[in-house]
């Protein structure tokens, strides 16, 4: 598999950009790697780089984007956080991988059983997790409101909604994503990792 160019980069439609995640993510569950050379790879990205694609997902150990997509040298912006939260630093990155360095589409991809979901949920409070967490915790109130008490599926579904929530802050904290993705140039969308499966579920 070929590393991407600037031709291709720019010549890449939005819904092709989604399916070659789609697709990498199938390979990945079928443990079928697509055939390529990453020393080459490195050499051909030594004067550039056009990644298609920019993915702000959790550090999580078991979430590495670029395998989960089946990705290789060159393809993708990871940006990766505890919670996959929106920060000023985030919305950078994602500015320049899209305004400056030309990516057709940004994902923001939570995971299940998220231990910072987890620990945001129990209320955790320790040196500079605490302000990390705090962003989490509109999805936690949120959740909160509707049940009796906090479980296992209650977290998950806080975990969605914190990717929601995440998606929802791009859009009004970055004008330049916004406009971006108002004139089709970019694409901005949110995705599940599933640990147990490997499968990840776009919504």
């Given at each position: 598999?070929?590393?991407h160019t600037k031709i291709t980069q720019e010549n890449l439609t939005l819904q092709l950009a989604h399916q070659i995640l789609v697709d990498g993510n199938e390979r990945f569950v079928q443990n079928v790697k697509a055939q390529r050379n990453l020393r080459d790879?490195?050499?051909?990205?030594?004067?550039?780089?056009y990644p298609f694609a920019v993915i702000l997902s959790?550090?999580?150990?078991?979430?590495?984007?670029?395998l989960?997509?089946?990705q290789g040298i060159?393809?993708?912006?990871?940006?990766r956080v505890a919670g996959n939260i929106v920060n000023v630093d985030v919305l950078g990155s994602m500015e320049y991988a899209c305004k400056v360095a030309g990516s057709k589409i940004v994902v923001v991809m939570?995971?299940?059983k998220c231990g910072a979901v987890n620990a945001a949920c129990n209320h955790v409070k320790l040196g500079n997790i605490t302000?990390?967490?705090?962003?989490?915790q509109p999805a936690v109130k949120a959740v909160e409101a509707n049940v009796s008490e906090m479980n296992d599926k209650s977290i998950e579904e806080v975990a969605v909604l914190n990717v929601e929530l995440s998606l929802d802050r791009i859009r009004k904290e970055s004008p330049i994503l916004a406009d971006l993705e108002k004139e089709g140039s970019?694409?901005?969308?949110?995705?599940?990792y599933n640990v147990s499966t490997g499968k990840v579920e776009f919504y």
């Open positions: 598999m070929k590393t790879q490195v050499l051909e990205t030594s004067t550039g780089q959790c550090i999580d150990s078991r979430v590495p984007a670029e989960v997509f089946d060159g393809d993708i912006f990871s940006v939570g995971h299940t302000p990390l967490l705090e962003k989490i970019i694409e901005i969308v949110g995705a599940m």
